[in-house]
């Protein structure tokens, strides 16, 4: 799962960040959420009018 929240990249041409679905995901392996962040910004979908949300997985354990 993922944790709540997040941020939202974008750029001002997207209208409503908020009223989005989730089309697809990446997952990142790094070492913070400042280079998520970064790589986030670079994204196509945010160059042209889009936005990339990022957001944190939580790991589950497993309990018996």
Do not use: C, W
Request: avoid cysteine; glycine fraction near 10%; hydrophobic fraction near 30%.
């Amino acid at each position: 799962p993922l944790d709540y929240g997040g941020t939202f990249v974008h750029n001002e041409q997207l209208e409503d960040p908020f009223g989005l679905e989730i089309t697809g995901y990446f997952v990142l392996n790094v070492e913070s959420k400042e280079q998520a962040l970064e790589i986030a910004r670079q994204s196509p979908h945010v160059k042209y009018g889009g936005g990339v949300q990022v957001k944190q997985i939580q790991y589950m354990t497993q309990t018996n």
